[in-house]
C-alpha cells in the first residue's frame, strides 16, 4: 500500500542534543509537510516542500530545520532542542499545491521526549 | 487571524448519533475537512465539504456549514466503538497554497 512512513515512531534526546526525524512517502507526492503537535493541541504547520522549493512558516524557530534530498524522502532536524520542544512530530504530504482542494496524507508521527 | 475552535470531549452511547461541532473565523475559506486520529496512527481525512454547499452525506456522515455563522459539524449516525478516535476539523483558503488549519481537536468516547 501506497504510505506515509515515519521513523523512529518514538525518540528520546537531550536538552541541547541535535536530533532528526524522517519520513519518507511511496506516494509520490510534489508537497511534503511537518507538523508539530503538542498534547491538546491543533498540528501547527512547521513548513513545508513543493517539489524541492523549502516554504517556512513566519513562526516557525530558527532551531527548527529541513533537508528533502529526493521525492521520497524529507527529514526534521531540531538543533537544539529544548523541553518545550517535546511533541509529536507528524508529516504529512499532498500530490500537488493547491489553493483549494488540499487532501493531505498523514503518517503515524514521531514522538519526541526531551530529556 | 486563524482561529479554528472545537469542543474538547464528547462522550455517547453505542447506536446514538454523535454531533462534533467547530467554529472557525477566516470567512475567505474555501475548504473545510474532517480528519479522524486513532491512538497511534496520523490523521485520516474523513470527508471535506467546499464553503458554497451547506450539507454533505457520505454513509454513516453527514457535514453540515453554516457560513454566516462559520460554524461546520460532523454527525456520525449510528455511532461505533470503532469510531473512538480524535476528529480535527481544518480550513484552507484561498491565497495560502496548502496551508490546512486544524480546530484543537474533539475526543470522541463511545460507550456501550
Known amino acids: 500500500d501506497a504510505m506515509v512512513i515515519q521513523n523512529p515512531r518514538y525518540q528520546v534526546t537531550q536538552f541541547g542534543k541535535p536530533v532528526t526525524l524522517s519520513c519518507s512517502q511511496t506516494?509520490?507526492?510534489?508537497?511534503m509537510y511537518w507538523y508539530q503537535q503538542k498534547s491538546s493541541q491543533a498540528p501547527k504547520l512547521l513548513f513545508h516542500y513543493y517539489d524541492k522549493d523549502f516554504n517556512n512558516e513566519a513562526d516557525t524557530p530558527d532551531n527548527f530545520q529541513s533537508r528533502r534530498p529526493n521525492t521520497s524522502f524529507c527529514f526534521l532536524d531540531i538543533r537544539s532542542p529544548g523541553l518545550g520542544d517535546a511533541a509529536m512530530y507528524l508529516c504529512?504530504?499532498?500530490?500537488?499545491?493547491?489553493?483549494?482542494?488540499?487532501?493531505?496524507?498523514f503518517g503515524p508521527g514521531t514522538r519526541l521526549t526531551v530529556l | 487571524g486563524e482561529d479554528v475552535e472545537q469542543s474538547l470531549f464528547l462522550s455517547v452511547r453505542e447506536g446514538d448519533s454523535s454531533v462534533i461541532n467547530c467554529t472557525y473565523t477566516d470567512s475567505s475559506s474555501t475548504y473545510l475537512y474532517w480528519y479522524k486520529q486513532e491512538p497511534g496512527a496520523g490523521l485520516q481525512l474523513l470527508t471535506y465539504?467546499?464553503?458554497?454547499?451547506d450539507m454533505k452525506q457520505d454513509q454513516r456522515l453527514t457535514v453540515l456549514l453554516n457560513k454566516k455563522d462559520k460554524h461546520l459539524s460532523l454527525r456520525i449516525a449510528d455511532t461505533q466503538t470503532g469510531d473512538s478516535a480524535i476528529y480535527f476539523c481544518?480550513?484552507?483558503?484561498?491565497?495560502?497554497?496548502?496551508?490546512?488549519?486544524f480546530g484543537t481537536g474533539t475526543r470522541l468516547q463511545v460507550t456501550l
Open positions: 465539504i467546499f464553503s458554497n454547499m
Open positions: 481544518a480550513e484552507s483558503y484561498t491565497g495560502t497554497a496548502s496551508k490546512l488549519t
Open positions: 504529512a504530504t499532498s500530490r500537488e499545491r493547491r489553493t483549494s482542494y488540499n487532501e493531505q496524507f
Open positions: 506516494l509520490n507526492h510534489n508537497v
